[in-house]
Every structure is written in C-alpha cells, then in structure tokens.
C-alpha cells in the first residue's frame, strides 16, 4: 500500500511564499506521476502542477511563473515550491501519485493567503 503525507501548508501574507512537501512510502513499483492539486470550499478540484517520472512538468495556467514543482526520486517526495501567493490561492492542497495501475491521494494541507 502507498501512503502520501503532505506538509508544508499554512497561512501566508499576500506575495508571500510556502514550500509543499509530499512523502511517497511503500511499495512503488511502477510510477508514472506525481502533483498537486487543490480544492477551494464549493469548488472542485483543480489540478496545480505534475511532474513525470522523467521529468516532465505540466502546470495550470493560474500559477505558471509562481510556482515550481521538483521531486527528489531518491526520496520519493515531490515538492512544490509556491511564490508571490495571492489570496484566491487559498485552499486545499492535495498530493497525488500515479502508479502501481492506480491513483493514490494524500489527506491534504491547508494553504490560506491573507493579511
């Protein structure tokens, strides 16, 4: 069984910064990707930001420039690294790993941007 377990969340002036932290354990035998995602009360979930086994990062519009994904395989831990937050960043923050033929979420952290 995989487990992920996120920290790293908090509350943050505007135009402020926080560092995501997402720890992969278990038997990982086959990944393909892993990301973030968010959720802002009433609203559905919205990808934030992946990254593929090799590499490759894909993010929303909404954050490209601010925010960085990277991933340390010997860890297995994807981080992402959020600058010059704005309010509406406010939510949720789940990780998500894609592997072993299956999804697999974390519990979530809560990001708030406000003064």
């Known amino acids: 069984q995989v487990q992920l377990v996120e920290s790293g969340g908090g509350l943050v002036q505007p135009g402020g910064s926080l560092r995501l932290s997402c720890a992969a354990s278990g038997s990982i035998f086959s990944l393909i990707a892993m990301g973030w995602y968010h959720q802002a009360p009433g609203k559905q979930r919205e990808l934030v930001a992946t990254i593929t086994s090799t590499g490759s990062t894909n993010y929303a519009d909404s954050v490209k420039g601010r925010f960085t994904i990277s991933k340390d395989n010997a860890k297995n831990t994807v981080y992402l690294q959020m600058d010059s937050l704005k309010p509406e960043d406010t939510a949720v923050y789940y990780c998500?790993?894609?592997?072993?033929?299956?999804?697999?979420w974390g519990q979530g952290t809560q990001v708030t941007v406000s003064s």
């Open positions: 998500r790993l894609v592997g072993n033929g299956r999804v697999y």
